[in-house]
């Protein structure tokens, strides 16, 4: 079946450090979502990405979509304590219904002051 | 304000015990999901329903049933049936109408079997 992996499980950054998470699909994706999660929360949309070798920015965020459609990428900058969570990609699935979507295992983020 | 509501936000059941999560929103949306997360994992469907009165199973299904009478609502009833239900349970709506399954997410619930 499709998997959706995720790397790497845990990071550790200095603040002012950059991250990067990467996100890979078995199977091409018509799109990719990424939400983020603080921790005790629920999971919060920040962006979906839908066309081939996209990017896009939100402030200090960038997230890039390959150009086969199978894997995507979050990049943050000059990382920040409000930058903690654990970030998840999710896309939808190959066969069936598109609504049911797999997410990755997620990055999770610690932001050392 | 729109949003979801889940509750209770923590819930401690006994073994052979069934219980139900509530999951309501005010959001208009006609796809509804449930989710299990547990720690170091990823989301895991268990449910959705993309109108009302029919729903589909995800990928863990066993052990949970649901129910989609109204627009609003979809509880979760986690059966003595589920060998390990211990888990947070997010509920999650999408709206069809702008075209993609972007998920607004509940605040979940923690559930915790003794």
């Known amino acids: 079946g499709q998997q959706v992996m995720q790397i790497p499980q845990y990071q550790h950054v200095q603040e002012g450090e950059d991250f990067t998470t990467y996100c890979n699909s078995s199977?091409?994706?018509?799109?990719i979502q990424w939400y983020k999660q603080r921790p005790g929360g629920h999971p919060v949309f920040l962006i979906q990405l839908v066309k081939s070798g996209e990017v896009k920015k939100q402030k200090r965020l960038t997230f890039q979509f390959g150009e086969a459609k199978k894997n995507s990428s979050l990049h943050i900058t000059a990382t920040q304590t409000t930058d903690v969570g654990t970030y998840f990609c999710a896309g939808p699935r190959a066969s069936g219904s598109a609504r049911q979507l797999t997410f990755g295992s997620g990055t999770q983020l610690t932001v050392l002051p | 304000d729109g949003g979801i509501t889940q509750s209770p936000k923590y819930l401690f059941r006994k073994e052979g015990q069934n219980v139900t999560l509530s999951c309501e929103q005010n959001?208009?949306?006609?796809?509804m999901y449930w989710y299990r997360q547990d720690p170091g994992q990823g989301l895991r469907l268990i449910y959705y329903s993309q109108i009302v009165n029919d729903f589909q199973k995800g990928d863990i299904a066993e052990g949970y049933s649901v129910s989609r009478e109204k627009k609003e609502s979809f509880p979760l009833t986690v059966t003595s049936a589920q060998k390990n239900p211990t888990a947070f349970y997010l509920c999650a709506s999408s709206d069809d109408r702008v075209g993609a399954n972007v998920l607004t997410f509940g605040a979940g619930s923690r559930l915790t079997v003794l």
């Open positions: 199977t091409t994706l018509s799109n």
């Open positions: 959001l208009n949306h006609d796809a």
